[in-house]
T-cell receptor
Framework: AQTVTQSQPEMSVQEAETVTLSCTYD???????LFWYKQPPSRQMILVIR??????QNATENRFSVNFQKAAKSFSLKISDSQLGDAAMYFC?????????????FGKGTKLSVKP | DAGITQSPRHKVTETGTPVTLRCHQT?????MYWYRQDPGHGLRLIHY???????DKGEVSDGYSVSRSKTEDFLLTLESATSSQTSVYFC???????????????FGPGTRLTVL
């Protein structure tokens, strides 16, 4: 069964600095998708960035980028120029390609605090 | 924002009572999911639906049932609520659960359920 591990329950970053959140996963599949979701105190789940496993190029969305290492099964999220609004829970998620479920498998989350 | 609503948003009930949570979408997406979120566990799949009257179990389905009589509505029922079902419940939708593509899942705002 696929699993997703986020080894950092909590992280802290100074405003305007850069922080990296770690995520590793375990799968025997070759085709899959990886996601980072942000959950602010409002509880709303917001997609931050996505990565297709067949793409070697790391995904980037404005201040958010990933370091995808397929062989190492690692998918870290880098937040540059951190802002107070980035404070939230961040969840790494995995979804395999194909199959009938299509559901996401989530890590346990990392709580990010941003200090002014 | 994807048109997903959940009702109720908050509910307090007593052990042994039946509870039904409703997810309503206006996107005409085929796939719908129910997740629960608990501290230290991230989000875990309860049940999902891949079409009207087509449903299947997820990782933590014991004690839950679902129904989907219309594309837009996906109901989650706790036949006899227990304290272990105290959680935050999220509904999600996806245009396509299977096949290739990132097929983003859009999440509802969540329902906080407390079982006393």
């Amino acid at each position: 069964a696929q699993t997703v591990t986020q080894s950092q329950p909590e992280m802290s970053v100074q405003e305007a600095e850069t922080v990296t959140l770690s995520c590793t996963y375990d799968t025997s599949e070759s085709d899959y998708y990886l996601f980072w979701y942000k959950q602010p105190p409002s509880r709303q789940m917001i997609l931050v960035i996505r990565q297709e496993a067949y793409k070697q190029q790391n995904a980037t969305e404005n201040r958010f980028s990933v370091n995808f290492q397929k062989a190492a099964k690692s998918f870290s999220l880098k937040i540059s120029d951190s802002q107070l609004g980035d404070a939230a829970m961040y969840f790494c998620a995995y979804r395999k390609d194909g199959g009938s479920q299509g559901n996401l498998i989530f890590g346990k989350g990392t709580k990010l605090s941003v200090k002014p | 924002d994807a048109g997903i609503t959940q009702s109720p948003r908050h509910k307090v009930t007593e052990t042994g009572t039946p509870v039904t949570l409703r997810c309503h979408q206006t996107e005409n997406h085929r796939y719908m999911y129910w997740y629960r979120q608990d501290p230290g566990h991230g989000l875990r799949l309860i049940h999902y639906s891949y079409g009207v009257k087509d449903t299947d179990k997820g990782e933590v389905s014991d004690g839950y049932s679902v129904s989907r009589s219309k594309t837009e509505d996906f109901l989650l029922t706790l036949e006899s609520a227990t304290s272990s079902q105290t959680s935050v419940y999220f509904c999600a939708i996806s245009e396509r659960g299977r096949t290739s593509g990132t097929n983003e899942q859009f999440f509802g705002p969540g329902t906080r359920l407390t079982v006393l």
